[in-house]
Each structure stands twice: as structure tokens, then as C-alpha cells.
RNA sequence: GACCCCUUCGUCUAGGCUGGUCUAGGACGGCGCCCUUUCACGGCGUAAACACGGGUUCAAAUCCCGUAGGGGUCACCA
């Protein structure tokens, strides 16, 4: 049997990272089996929320993520004919019936049904109204909804991963005659909903897996009561576990309020982080291969990939990891590639890396590389190779601009300034060389110069520091600190 | 509240189906050491968990029951 995938987001909103997963997985499942079809079905049946906006980043995000569908998008938006066509088939066998209540009446029938501790589920009223009554209410025009009439029994949705063997089993009565439709007229059907799509969309399909979060279990069974009753072939369900932010699920109404921490992809790609870390760490929250495995290609998750290597418990989104396996990806993907994504950012950040030898370009990426953990860490990592600092880091300069930090730069200026060839081997021994002629340690030397150069204490190793800013200019730039040191006009920051 | 689901280090997890090889392994984070001109990277080491209570068994993290805790769902949203 082929397998036949989906992801069915509802375009309300951005793709957030546990869309994302169902995402992931979906395609991963239809990539590893053989002829598997991944399929993109656009849930957009709710007009009022549903943007183009929305569809046009969740696309985008699934393309940057670098998941793509054999079919689709599908809107169900334009797919009113087959749905229609399905009630029809509900209401003629008998698993439809229309029901007239008002919101206020069905808001005031759950209370009563709270508060009198039962099941608050529609009570059938209108199932039982007469043949006149109902006649009567037509041509009054009132509007009125079709409501599934769930059947006697039990519902048992096969699950692969949650609940026992058979799966999770539901009673139906519980579970209620939800709706099918949006309220409507005889002249102007009600706009079909949610549970009721999704039912004949997946038999539409001929969706062999459905793959989604564990919010969906009970929707599942009502799902699974439409198929039955339309005589399609049930799928196999996995509900994944949510991913928790602080202990709760993750939903788009957290919206991307701190900014250190979106939920959304698009918002993580611009935060710098990389499809490739975003796509290895999405897929470990929730499935493990075995206890060592951590970095994975993409082809290497689609051959390791099992849904039996889901993992059943909610897992929380750890930011820690996320930012520690980004780095990792910015240190381990081919070189040329990182180098073009930085060269991108440092653009974008006003560098015009064009009008730069590309060869320093790369070097100089090189040297910060293992210091950057996101992609828009480099501008910073890399200004002072660009222009001299305006400013000094204030503790370096209380720890570093003191005693004969002066003198000394002064010194080294000249050294530097005389040495030829300039490269590391040279620069090393005459810089050693002087701070034995003058009885200090090499950090004595090396502070104040990283200092002078960068503004800062912390830095690439001294000599690639000093190559990539240049000789001369590295030369000024110490004679110019020792001049604000003796003048004590030391500009810093904090 | 009702229903459903879940429960191994702070976090993500391996192991659980097929009880003994688990004095519970890995990773992130923490701490310490090494490397070293700084910061990183890297290397080494270390603290840290089977929710609780009963069973079953020669033997339970693994099987059963109960309790507790957490999560999800209870729309004419998806």
C-alpha cells in the first residue's frame, strides 16, 4: 500500500515550530516509504480568520525548511462541491439531521448541563422535533446547522502510539451530534466545518497515515464516525505529543512575544538560526533514534526515521539546545555554503562584502565562526575587522589600559609596523620577542594590543586578529589607543 | 468538573513490548580540570533521574492494580 501523507495547517496564523514537527514528520514518513505522497491541504474553511497572508508564510516556511509536497496546496475553501456532496450522502442515510438552536439556546444548554453535572453535548432536541414543526421552521427561514448524529456505542481510533493495543476508545454519546455545517438556510447551505472536512478530505485523499498533535485525539473520533458512516477506509492515526513552552502548548496566540524566543519558524529564521539545525532539533523533540544518535542530515533522518521511535510524552522546547546545535551546524556545514549565508547577513547588515577581496571575506568568517551560535551574530563578530572601534570595552580598559600599556603599544606598533613577511610565524616571534626584551609576559603584549585593535577582550587569536585588520591599519590603531591612554580620553562602553 | 493521554537526571531522551547484561547510557545546561595571549572551539572529568504505594516473580525502570502529578479536549475555531 502507498502511503499517503498530510499536513493540513489552517492559515490563521505563522507556522509555528510544532506545526512544523507535524510538518517534518508527515514528509519524513512519506520520503522514507517507497512512491509515499506527501500531500499539502490548505484547512481554511473559517473565512473570517483564514489570510493569504498566513498561507503565503506558511509556505514559505515549509520552502525554507526545505519540506516539499507531491499534491497540493489543496484549499478547501474551493472545495465546497465535494463537501456538499458528502452531506448529502450523510443526510440520505441518515447521519445528518438538521438542528435549529440559536447560540444563546445551545450556550444555556451546556450550562444547564454542567451544572447538573452531566456531559455538556448537544441534547438532540431538534432530532426529535416532529415533521410539521421542522416544515414549519423552514419556511420561517431560520437557520439552522446539520449536526452528525453520532451512532450507539464506542468508537476505538487506532493509534500507534498512544493508548493500548487497539487504541484509544471513546464513547460516543459523550463525544455528541456535533456540527457539520455553519448555520444556513434551504437557499444558502451553511459553510462547512472543521471535523467534517477534514473527515472527507482524508477519504478524498485516500490518506493512508494521519500524522498530528495529540490536541486532536477527540476530534478523531468524530472524524473517524463521519468516515464510518460515509464507508471510507479508516488511516492509521498518530497523535504526536505537543512541545510544551513552559509546561503549556505551544499555540500561536503566544505569538512572537519575546522576541528572544519566537514561536514561529519565520521568526527563528530571521533570529539567524539554520534550516538544517532548526529541521535536526524540531525532529529530536519527539523522536529518538537510539541513545547516541544527535546530528542528522536530511537524508539521514528520512533512511532513520520510524514512528516507532516517537516518543509518547510532551516534550518542552529547549532553547539551550536549539541555539547549542545551530552553532554546531554553522561549524560543520561545508564551509563555502556558511560563508554564503554569512555574507548575506553581513550585507544585509550594510558591509557590502562585494567590494571586499572574497578571500579575506572567508578567513575573517572563519575566525569568528566557532564565536557565532546564530547567523545574525556575525556583523558584530566581525566590525572591527571592518572599521577601527569607536570604543573600548570599560572593563578591559581599567583591567588592560593601565601602568606602561602605552609605551608598550607604542612598541609594538613599530614592531608590527617593521615586520616583513606579515603572517602569524613572524608577527608570533617578534611580539615574544619583545615582551622578553622587556621582561613582561606575553599577555602584557597581547591584552592591550586585542584591546587597541578590536575594543574588546575577547577575540579570534591575536595574529589572525592583526592579519585580517592589516598591517598598517593595526599599526594605527595601537598608536591611536596610546594616545587616548596618555591623553586619559579612553571613549568605552559596558 | 468530565473524558482522553502521559509520567527515567533541571531539559531532550536510551532502555520498557521480549523482566536479570541498568550499581540506568547519551546530549544540552551546571560545576571542575586541560588546552591557551583573551573569548570561543576541542578534550577530560563530575554532580544529577526510574513520581509514590501495593502486588506478580527467585528477580521489576521494565508486567498488573491503585494513588498522585502533568498535559490535552470539551465551539455553528481549526
Known sequence: MTVRVRFAPSPTGFLHVGGARTALYNWLWARKNEGGVMILRIEDTDAERSTDESIAQILDSLRWLGIDWDEGPFFQSRRADIYTAALKRLIASGHAYRAFETPEELEEMRATAMAEGRDPVYDRRSLNLDEATVQRYLEEKRPYVWRFKVPEGETVVPETLLGDAEGCRFENARLGDFALTRSGTDDEWGLPLYNFCCAVDDADMSITHVIRGSDHLTNTARQMMVLNALGAPIP???????????????????????????????????????????????????????????????????????????????????????????????????????????????????????????????????????????????????????????????????????????????????????????????????????????????????????????????????????????????????RRAAELIEKNAVPTFS
Open 236 to 478: 492509521t492515526y498518530t497523535h504526536l505529543p505537543l512541545i510544551l513552552k513552559a509546561g503549556k502548548k505551544m499555540s500561536k496566540r503566544d505569538g512572537d512575544a519575546d522576541p528572544r524566543f519566537p514561536v514561529s519558524v519565520s521568526a527563528r529564521r530571521d533570529r539567524g538560526y539554520l534550516p538544517e539545525a532548526t529541521m535536526n532539533f524540531i525532529a529530536l523533540l519527539g523522536w529518538s533514534l537510539d541513545d547516541k544518535a544527535e546530528f542528522f542530515s536530511r537524508q539521514e533522518l528520512i533512511e532513520a526515521f520510524t514512528l516507532e521511535g516517537l516518543s509518547k510524552s510532551n516534550a518542552n522546547f529547549d532553547e539551550d539546545k536549539y541555539l547549542h546545535m545551530n552553532a554546531w551546524y554553522l561549524r560543520n556545514l561545508p564551509r563555502e555554503d556558511v560563508t554564503a549565508r554569512v555574507r548575506k547577513v553581513l550585507d544585509e547588515a550594510g558591509y557590502k562584502t562585494a567590494e571586499h577581496d572574497a578571500q579575506w571575506i572567508d578567513t575573517i568568517i572563519g575566525h569568528v565562526i566557532e564565536r557565532c551560535r546564530l547567523l545574525t551574530e556575525f556583523p558584530a563578530a566581525v566590525s572591527y575587522f571592518f572599521k577601527a572601534p569607536e570604543a573600548f570595552e570599560e572593563k578591559g580598559v581599567k583591567k588592560i589600559f593601565k601602568g606602561d600599556a602605552a609605551p608598550l603599544l607604542r612598541e609594538a606598533a613599530a614592531v608590527i609596523e617593521g615586520l616583513s613577511p606579515f603572517d602569524a610565524a613572524t608577527l608570533e616571534a617578534a611580539l615574544r620577542a619583545l615582551a622578553e626584551e622587556r621582561g613582561v609576559g606575553f599577555g602584557k603584549i597581547a591584552q592591550p594590543v586585542r584591546l587597541s585593535v578590536t575594543g574588546t577582550m575577547a577575540s579570534p587569536g591575536l595574529f589572525d586578529v592583526l592579519i585580517g585588520v592589516g598591517q598598517q591599519e593595526s599599526a594605527a590603531r595601537m
